[in-house]
């Protein structure tokens, strides 16, 4: 059996009180939420902090506000569930719904919380072992050792980016804000994430996630193709997001021709951080979404993705694969 080491437990009420443990404690505190991640890294000791701060409880966390016309703003401590069940962001942002239905378990959604999907963990085949395994290989890059097993010659480490979150939240534009004791900032989603598997966000520790904020449903739409051996639980060994933006033709005869304005097509699961594929944007601007355009977009996704054999499958099918589900994912949206 596994066992949680010790540690102190805070339980702050206000985000101005969680910063202020978190300056006071320095890096041996870490956030915790539903825990669905880190308290198993803490059981095979891959992660040991000495203070847990939890925010679950901390009530502008929790919050859902606002609509489609204007935007969403989700609260980092919400749950999957509660993200899966919401009757705005059903209607107004059903891709954020559909890959958080996809997350893992029912039980483990109605503990984990969107902030936490967003934060997670880089994963890796030799990573995700307990202590005494890690030991047996004389541990690895990400932690205690040296070398990189899924690319020994490499002074990078290669684990990957698992979140199904992530790449939608790339795709739509998504802003994230942070709190600390220095103040507020707000990024762009796709400037979080830093191709190493340990530096893997561009996060200060003592940075607490508070909200995310989903822009204006201005004509956009999104799909998310999640590619992994069960039904359930499993994280993506690939993920796909799709997001266009559609304009009436120039010129054109009837009003009901459309082009593509934009287009973003983002890959996860194969990388320490989602990949975006401009090659296949570019194959769809400016053109019909029509078959053509779409096996163009697919094949650019093909040849830009590179997995490396550190999750589930073999890593020249998920190749094959990304074809495959750039597919699935653009031909949702026509």
């Avoid at 539903?34 to 939890?54: A, F, H």
């Avoid at 606002?66 to 962001?89: F, M, Q, W």
Wanted: some cysteine.
């Amino acid at each position: 059996m596994m066992r949680l080491p010790k540690f102190d437990y805070r339980v702050p009420r206000e985000i101005s009180e969680a910063v202020k443990i978190m300056g006071d404690v320095g890096p041996e505190g870490q956030f915790v939420a539903g825990g669905t991640d880190l308290y198993p890294n803490m059981k095979r000791r891959q992660q040991t902090p000495k203070t847990v701060i939890s925010v679950m409880r901390v009530t502008e966390l929790n919050q859902i506000s606002g609509e489609g016309k204007s935007g969403l703003r989700i609260g980092a401590s919400v749950t999957l569930t509660d993200v899966c069940d919401h009757p705005i962001v059903n209607r107004d942002y059903p891709v954020v719904a559909h890959a958080a239905r996809t997350i893992s378990t029912p039980i483990l959604r109605n503990m984990g919380t969107i902030g936490g999907n967003l934060l997670l963990d880089t994963r890796c085949n030799y990573y995700d072992q307990n202590y005494e395994w890690r030991k047996g290989i004389n541990f690895c890059l990400k932690k205690d050792g040296d070398i990189c097993w899924v690319a020994p010659g490499s002074s990078k480490c290669w684990a990957v980016q698992s979140s199904d979150l992530v790449p939608v939240m790339v795709a739509i534009g998504a802003r994230l804000r942070f709190a600390s004791t220095l103040g507020d900032r707000v990024i762009d989603a796709a400037g979080l994430y830093n191709d190493d598997g340990i530096y893997y966000l561009h996060k200060r520790p003592d940075e607490l996630l508070v909200d995310i904020q989903l822009p204006p449903t201005n004509g956009w739409r999104a799909s998310y193709q999640k590619l992994r051996r069960r039904g359930a639980f499993d994280f993506p060994v690939l993920g796909v997001a799709a997001w266009v933006q559609l304009e009436p033709r120039a010129g054109g005869a009837s009003g009901s021709e459309r082009v593509v304005k934009d287009a973003k097509i983002i890959l996860g699961g194969i990388a320490p951080s989602p990949i975006e594929v401009k090659e296949a944007a570019g194959s769809l601007i400016g053109q019909p979404l029509d078959r053509e355009h779409i096996e163009a977009a697919a094949e650019a996704a093909y040849v830009k993705a590179r997995p490396l054999d550190n999750t589930d499958f073999v890593m020249n099918w998920r190749k094959q694969m990304t074809r495959q589900y750039t597919l699935r994912a653009l031909n949702e949206l026509v």
